[in-house]
């Protein structure tokens, strides 16, 4: 990526599983520099102890407090923003915790890489901010509303920002595969909510693809979508005992909090406006003002039929081709 050579990028949220991935793929680029932003001081020393890479550099801060973003957003070029408090039922219990980080934190991002003169900002979202039910969900979706409306503002494209929007991350920190892995490994049952239940399986290398696709192609306001394929809970279960050869037994806990039966990465309303580009969804920004008297006049008269697009109606993937993606997994190999 010719773009990046000789740029400073900022990832908030650095030691994560994402970023840690999208950190090797940008370090085979030309870029000047990395900084990683995050807040656990255990998590950047082991970070920099595995890479020993120069051009990355290690910053103590919280998208929550803006003095330290401004602080880190001195000669940043571009931001992949993926600092968020992720699990469904800690944020349930906290909400306010997941408004300060996914709200307020994403906020911070973005208007201070305004004020920086930031090329670029990709924020990352979840199929869990389309209908959502949970404080996961809802915070995410508040997010996307905020980088759009900093997007409008942002009219002279100094500040190109956009956002991405993908379902479950396989092998992802706190994901159900390595739990499945550890239950298997010590004998005991894998816990399955809902047998029927089905989520997008995506791997990790596809997510970073997303957000450096969204990174080249974005206008301002874009929001992209990965198509991914789906399975149910139970199939995704027989998959990892099918490839560890365990005879372990299933056990139906039920619904989780604030869980659904399946997830939904894009709407019928979004559909109806968005560009298919094959692997992804481009939804083009609505830019708009509040002039209503135009808005009212000029709304889409055309009935809306399209059908959302989510995990009960994307590409079903049997127990076989789920283990065939399992298998082509880095974290699934080192634990076979």
Known sequence: MKELTGKTVLITGGTGSFGRAVTERLLATGVKEIKIFSRDELKQEEMRIEYQEDRLKFHIGDVRDMDSVNKVMHGVDYIFHAAALKQVPSC?????????TNVLGSNNVIESAIAHGVKRVVCLSTDKAVYPINAMGITKAVMEKIAAAAARRESNNETIISSVRYGNVMCSRGSVIPLFIKQLKAGKPLTVTVPDMTRFLLPLRNAVDLVLFSFEHANQGDLFVKKAPASTIIDLANAVKNIFKSDVDVQVIGIRHAEKMYETLCTREELQKAEDMGDYYRVPLDDRD????????????QEIVTEDYHSHNTEQLDVAQVEELLLSLPKVQKEL
């Open 290 to 301: 509040l002039n209503y008297t135009k808005y009212f006049s000029e709304g889409e008269t």
């Open 92 to 100: 349930e219990f906290f909400p306010m915790q997941a408004v300060m």
